[in-house]
């Protein structure tokens, strides 16, 4: 299967931005569908593109799209990389590029991997908690569920979750661990967070599920998101070409947090944009995933 049901988020936004200092080489560190690394490679014959992802689902699903979408292209303008986008100085150092003109990411997780049971992403699936971007490598969410003490289990709901009720849910998870009944899917942690935390919540007129900080915590504990965002904007300075370009989207406030911090107080960026540039309503309304999505973007000075 080679189709993908994820919708880009603010597809011309980026392209706009990313484009607007003449450039050839581009990272996009989280590939996923493909939507944006395919109208980057559009823009212009001349663009290549090295595209990461841990997902070797993504990698393979999306190499075979673009084939197709690319086919008769010659050179074919993208490079597969399945790896973290942490990793993207190795992966330069290999195919011999000093210097990229600019670099992308579109973080958490796609629609195809919400869609796909066995992963674990979807609170109802009846599938293994797992959680994991790469399945292949690190603890699922349910290993890491059996194995961590009870205040671990507290400290990353409510610090990558900002969940209020992170110790009544770290709590259950330890009983249920201790009368030998271990969490081992999605649905079973989701129904777990939704005795523990009262009713759904609304937030600007929408209903959330109660379960979603709790995920949301989970994966981003299990995939080490923060870390690799951090470190990965440190580092990219090292080998962005002068007047190069970064563009980030989050979904997160502590990811958002890290992106505007490290635009605004770290000398070599100048921000391209003061505030976060966010979906139109007509977009939030066709693809309604956009609706938290925020996107900075900064050049290389
Ligand atoms: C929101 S999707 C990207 C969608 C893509 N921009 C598009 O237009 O289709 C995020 C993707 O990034 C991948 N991902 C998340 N963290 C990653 C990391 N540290 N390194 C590489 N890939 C990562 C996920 O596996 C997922 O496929």
């Not at 259950?172 to 942690?189: F, K």
Request: hydrophobic residues 40%; neutral net charge; glycine residues 6%.
């Amino acid at each position: 299967m080679s189709e993908t049901v994820h919708k880009s988020v603010m597809p011309g936004e980026v392209l706009d931005l990313l484009t607007s200092r003449s450039g050839k080489v581009y990272i996009d560190g989280t590939l996923g569908g493909g939507g944006h690394t395919e109208s980057l490679c559009r823009y212009s014959k001349d663009v290549r593109v090295i595209a990461f992802d841990r997902d070797i689902e993504a990698i393979n699903r999306t190499e075979k799209r673009l084939r197709s979408v690319f086919a008769g292209t010659d050179p074919f303008p993208v490079r597969f990389v399945h790896a973290d986008y942490r990793f993207f100085e190795d992966a330069l150092d290999l195919l011999n590029i000093e210097k990229i003109d600019g670099f992308l990411l579109d973080l958490g997780l796609s629609s195809d991997q919400l869609a796909d049971d066995s992963r674990g992403f979807s609170f109802d699936s009846a599938g293994n908690l797992d959680l994991r971007f790469d399945v292949s490598e690190g603890l699922s969410a349910a290993e890491m569920l059996a194995r961590l003490p009870e205040k671990e289990i507290s400290r990353i709901l409510y610090e990558f979750g900002e969940e209020r009720h992170s110790r009544t849910i770290a709590r259950r998870i330890a009983e249920c661990r201790r009368s030998g009944q271990p969490l081992q899917t999605a649905r079973q942690l989701a129904d777990l967070v939704r005795e523990c935390v009262p009713k759904f919540w609304k937030t600007k007129g929408r209903s959330i599920d109660p379960a979603t900080k709790t995920f949301q915590a989970l994966r981003i504990a299990v995939n080490d998101e923060l870390n690799a965002l951090a470190e990965t904007l440190r580092r990219l300075p090292n080998r962005l070409a002068q007047g190069g370009i970064a563009a980030v989207i989050s979904f997160h406030s502590l990811e958002d947090r890290i992106v505007k911090n490290t635009f605004r107080d770290d000398p070599r960026w100048q921000p391209l944009t003061s505030k976060p540039v966010t979906a139109s309503e007509a977009e939030v309304s066709r693809n309604p995933r956009s609706r938290s999505a925020k996107l900075r973007a900064a050049l290389l000075v």
